[in-house]
Every structure is written in C-alpha cells, then in structure tokens.
C-alpha cells in the first residue's frame, strides 16, 4: 500500500523512482504511484529533488501539467507521491513510429507545452530534464490529443530551496541539455527555451541537432558546435524557419528568447510568413496501436515496461508458420496418414491363426507328415492313437484300403484333439 492506493503493477522505471498503477480500494479510482528507488532514497540530494517535484507541480494548476494529488512515505520509508494515471503514449514513441511532423502538428503541440513551462517559471520552477519522454500524449474522452508535461524530477526551485546541485554536476538528459547546464553552472527559464529548442528541431527535421557516440562528445558539442540549419537538415522546410529555431539553440543564454511562449510564438509568426497554414483547433493525433500489454500505453519519465517484454509497438510481428507462401495442408496430409498407420501398428493385436475344420483330423496324422499322393486323399482317422506309432503302409496296401468302403463311426468315438479357435468379438478376426 502507498498511503491509501494498493500498487497493482510496475508500469516503469526513471532515473530516480519506478512508476506503478494503483487503484483505491474503496473508491476503485485508477491512480499512478511514483516510488523513490531504494538507493536514491539514501541520497539526500535525490529525496530533496523527489519531494520538490510533488511540491513543485502542486503549486502549478494547468491542464498541460500532470496532477498529483497525494504524498507520503511506504513502510520501509521511502518516499512516494500519487498522481494522474494518463492513457496514451510518451511523444518519443510517438516519433519513432510517425517520424518527423508537419510545422502546423508541431506548433499545436508544443503551444500548450510552452503555456505550461511559463506557468512554472512563473512559480520560480525550471524544468532541468526537458525531452520527449517527458511529454505524455493524452487521449481525452472526446478524442482530443492532450500533451501534458510530465517529471518534474530534476526541478530546482529559483528561490530559497534546499534543492542543489553538486557544484560541477550536471542534471538532465545530454541530447536535450543546455551548455550552461552542460557545464554545471547556474541554469535558469532560458536552459528550458534550449531544451525547447533542441525539442522543436527534433520535431520538424527528424533529426536532433546534436549528437555523439558519447555522452561527453554530446555535452561537448553543445557547448562548442553551431547547430545546422534546420532547412538544409530537412529541405522541405522554409528557411524562414531557421531564425527562430536557431535564436533558440544560441549558445549564450542572453540571445535567447526569455520564455518558451514567446520563442513558440516567433516560429508562429515565422511560419505564417512562409504561407504555412496553421490551426487553434485542439490536437488531434492518430491513437496508439493496442499493444502487447495495456501497461506499454502509460507514460514514464525515461523507459516502458523494463520489468517486461518490451515490445514496442512498431515492432515487427512474429511471423507465422504459414507466412512462407507454401500451402501447409499437404505436409499436414501427410502427418495424419502417418499418425493412422503408427496406430495401426502399435494399437494391433497379435495375429491369431485361423484353423479351418476338417473332419475330425487326429494329432497323429498331423504329426506323421505323410507326403501328398499325385491323386487327392482323404484323411482316414484312426481308432487309437497307438496306430500312429506304426510305420506307413506301403503303396498297395495303402491303394487296398481306399479301395474297400469306409465304415462310419460316430464322431463320439473320436480321440480328443485340439480344438479349434474361434475368434471372439473383441479379437481381430485377420
């Protein structure tokens, strides 16, 4: 239990806390719990920054801001704060799946993204960990999409806070990372226009502006490389768009846009020049496939289901074993006639000899294997079985006695021979 909600499952896993969905068990409302990992609740700094971000986005009401509505500690003492628990997908799923958006999609999105991050600055709040993992794509009841700003985990409060970062160590995420913020200085609203910028650039090209194979070469770069024009990255773009964004992405903090809504509304006015058509209609963008799991469809600050199969959602499926192109049913054919005679086979009772009656054939004539005359004979039973004993009459004696007639006997008078099987009904008859 954390506070009143039971914790049902993992839903993911940050850089500070694992997120998990619960459910109040009396009012059966559906809420996600953000629970301070076990190491980092040691950490002094790392509790200070985890209770600013509960304190932090309470101070903030705003639709575009995640709510969260209650706060505590679990049994063993770490910390934890419930809040929303949002149906959708993070905006970097979004983008792997869709790729780069159109200018007028962009500035619908991140139009209320910027309203909010001025509200929190407003309030002495600086985001520090802008991304698109950080924006959660919403679906509202009516359809609309509704992006909300998630993880105020490495907020840092611009007034008296005991909220500090080791003098030298960076807080963020280096791909989206300010150089100010990149070299551990004191950072402000303007590190969040970069990490906007960085955003925006991403959003329209497709490409981020910065990268490395490093994590070092990325802060680096940052700090030192001149971002490409967005135009030659993406040619479908107006060059009347560079300006902006690069005003954006400018190295000392000063040249910069002092809000995220006023940097959003130079591009606004810069893409209307351009004859770009833009909309103040609410957001609306293509849902998310059904997943594997319903747990892939909730936000998480960095990863989704890490304790899980983490299939995402443009992965390609399993292939069946009919999708070669060859029919099946000939090798299935083949297994059933197959299975038929191993049954055959194996269920088959041993093979029982038919003996056909004859009249009253003796053991002893059998057991004499007398060779067939040229000329059909007859069997002629015998009235012991001590004749059997004698040695074979000769041919003439043995023409003689065809010869004379047959006395009948009755059959009682016959010796006991072996009697003839008859088959039953359980047995097989062949």
Not at 142 to 155: I, W, Y
Not at 209 to 220: C, I, K, N, S
Not at 395 to 417: D, N
Request: net charge negative; charged share 20%.
């Amino acid at each position: 239990m954390a506070g009143e909600y039971r914790l049902i499952r993992k839903l993911g896993e940050g850089g500070f806390g694992a997120v998990y969905e619960a459910e109040h068990p009396l009012l059966k409302r559906r809420a996600a719990v953000k629970v301070l990992h076990r190491v980092a609740d040691q950490d002094s700094d790392a509790v200070q920054r985890f209770i600013s971000e509960a304190q932090a986005v309470n101070q903030i009401r705003n639709r575009h801001i995640v709510d969260v509505f209650s706060f505590g500690k679990l049994s063993d003492g770490r910390h934890f704060y419930v809040m929303d628990l949002l149906d959708g997908e993070p905006l970097d799923r979004f983008l792997k799946q869709h790729g780069r958006v159109e200018v007028s999609t962009a500035l619908q999105l991140l139009s209320p993204i910027a309203d909010a991050l001025d509200l929190a600055h407003g309030a002495g709040i600086v985001h520090r960990d802008l991304k698109p993992q950080n924006i959660f794509l919403a679906w509202d009841f009516s359809g609309d999409t509704v992006p909300k700003l998630l993880d105020f985990g490495m907020a840092k409060l611009l007034g008296d806070s005991t909220v500090h970062t080791v003098s030298g160590t960076p807080i963020g995420t280096p791909l989206y990372m300010s150089p100010e913020q990149a070299r551990g200085e004191r950072v402000d609203q303007r590190s969040d226009v970069y990490a906007l910028g960085v955003l925006c650039f991403e959003l329209l090209t497709g490409q981020l502006p910065f990268t490395g194979d490093t994590t070092v070469a990325v802060l680096m770069a940052h700090i030192i490389q001149t971002a490409p024009r967005p135009s030659e990255v993406c040619p479908q773009l107006s060059p009347l768009l560079d300006t902006p964004l690069l005003r954006m992405l400018d190295k000392d903090p000063e040249q910069r846009p002092s809000g995220a809504g006023e940097a959003i509304a130079a591009l606004r006015s810069a893409a209307l020049q351009a004859g770009i058509s833009l909309s103040d209609a609410p957001l609306h963008l293509p849902r998310p496939a059904p997943s594997i799991s319903g747990e892939q469809l909730r936000g998480e600050p960095d990863t989704l289901l890490d304790d899980g199969a983490p299939t995402e959602p443009d992965a390609p499926q399993a292939v069946s074993a009919g999708s070669s192109g060859r029919p099946l049913w000939p090798f299935g054919l083949g297994l059933v006639v197959l299975g038929i005679a191993l049954g055959v086979v194996v269920l088959r009772p041993p093979a029982t000899p038919v003996v056909v009656p004859v009249e009253a054939p003796s053991v002893a004539a059998a057991q004499a294997m007398v060779p067939a005359p040229a000329e059909p004979s007859v069997a002629v039973p015998v009235a012991s079985a001590s004749v059997a004993a004698e040695p074979p009459p000769t041919p003439s004696a043995s023409a003689s006695a065809s010869a004379r007639p047959e006395p009948k006997r009755p059959k009682a008078a016959t010796p006991p021979s072996a009697p003839a099987h008859i088959p039953t009904d359980l047995e097989n008859p062949f």
